[in-house]
């Protein structure tokens, strides 16, 4: 019962979608640090949409150039001319 009074309800948007109830551990999580490190850029994205579905990841390569907008289904994830995710990705 106290989880179901922590779910995060979405309002139906303009799009016309219907609300929708989100878990909340899979509300929550906008960083993953635990990827950094990791060469392959597949492995680091199946751990990203595992804890949050529908999310879009963008790979960006080192000294590629990105917008300040943010997008609450969008990760960013930032890897080294080798392959290797450089920094945590975060939702933005």
């Known amino acids: 019962m106290a989880e179901e009074n922590n779910e ?5 948007g303009q799009n016309g979608h219907e609300s929708a ?6 509300s929550q ?3 993953w640090p635990e990827v950094v490190g990791l060469t392959s850029v597949e492995e680091a994205e199946r751990i990203i949409k595992e804890e949050k579905p529908g999310v879009q990841i963008q790979v960006i390569p080192p000294e590629y150039g990105v917008t300040s907008d943010y997008k609450v289904q ?14 945590p990705p975060i939702i933005g």
């Open 29 to 31: 999580k906008t960083k």
């Open 21 to 26: 109830v989100i878990p909340p551990r899979m």
């Open 8 to 12: 995060t309800k979405i309002p139906q």
């Open 74 to 87: 969008r990760v960013r994830l930032y890897v080294d001319s080798s392959g290797k995710v450089r920094w």
